[in-house]
């Protein structure tokens, strides 16, 4: 049984991407193609272990899948032409040129990311028909609720039928409207593997983290120029870096303070910084990512914790906050600015952001730590309880509860 559940999880991750564009092609329907596709993998879930894993699980899918949307076809449409909907089985057409992108996920989401649509709806949708995230998942990651989500991702997907928005290979001149959308994607699918906000799943999900760092490759060898693919590659090589690191033999969080750098991986750290050091060299004003890389870099250059250049944390993110004043990157500065002028002064940076971080169980750890350092023990068990009630990875919640519970 474990093995099916395995075959079907690797076929997942290897035919997803795939299934959705060829059903997209084919049917011109995003809706239909990623529900054939998402009741094609259930299938699989109820047949499999009966029936055993089929010699090419891939034909399998995509069989099963076709055949479910012509049935949905038939039924909402009520189409008559029997005929035509037997050619639909069967995938008799020319391959497509695939233009500038030879990989058929990274075609996929820069296809998703298409300029007619907002910035956060189309990285929303993106995630939901490439990414594989759940509603949930996504709606997590933005700091909505899910039923705000839902509603962006279905207007997301009348509007492109509404407008007959197409699904197309990408041209190179595609790429550079549409590729900061593509980056936002990959940066919210690794994160989603870096920091699993799921209570049923690992609390670290290599696949994705892998994937989004092979497809930021791809990226980087068509656009080598672009400072921010090469900024966010280099994040996420500085953070993949300390994954070894970040959870305990026990299954707990491990923090940036206290994990042993000793197993960091040397490799992709050096890959990381090299590439932080090309865009300073080309002084050129960096964007998000470039920061971000930066700040990891500084991170990752220190032996010890108590060797880290706190204050070129704080001016890289002042410089952030210039480029990208969101509430969470305001967090993250206050917890910087706590190793430099102290708990108090941080705390009251945090508090201020408040009413727009209340629902982000990061924010209440910031301040269940900062209480913690000020010795009012109440308040910080207060602000860890709220973290751990928000909290979904499981390795975090073990983290703040352990903290909570050394409280005095």
Known sequence: ??????????????EWARLVASLTRRFGDLDIAEEAAAEAFATAVGRWPADGVPPNPGAWLTTTAKRIAVDRIRRERKRDDKQKEAQLLHDNDPPEPVGAIDDERLRLIFACCHPALAMET?????????????????????????????????????????????????SPQDLPMRVSGVLAVLFLVFNEGYLATGPDCDPIRHDLTAE?????????A???EDGEVAGLLALMLLIEARRIARVSASGELVSLTEQDR???????????????????AAGVAPGRYQILAAINAVHTSARDVRDTDWSQVVALYDQLVRVDPSPIIALNRAIAVAELDGPEVALAAVDRLGE????YHAYHAARADLLRRLDRSQQSRDAYDQAIELAGNTAETAYLTRRRDQLG
């Open 212 to 220: 989004a760092i092979r497809l930021t490759r791809l990226i980087r």
């Open 356 to 359: 727009k971080l209340d629902g």
């Open 122 to 170: 189309r990285v929303a949708l993106t995630l939901r028909m490439v990414g594989g995230l759940s509603v949930p998942e996504i709606a997590r990651a933005f700091l909505v609720q899910e039923t705000t989500m839902e509603k962006r991702i279905t207007r997301a997907k009348a509007k492109i039928k509404a407008a007959r928005i197409p699904y197309r290979v990408p």
């Open 262 to 280: 000793g197993v960091w991986d040397a490799s992709l750290i050096a890959e990381g910084h090299r590439l932080v050091r090309e865009r300073l």
């Open 222 to 224: 068509l656009m080598p």
């Open 1 to 14: 049984m474990i093995e099916v559940r395995e075959a079907i999880a690797q076929a997942h991750r290897a």
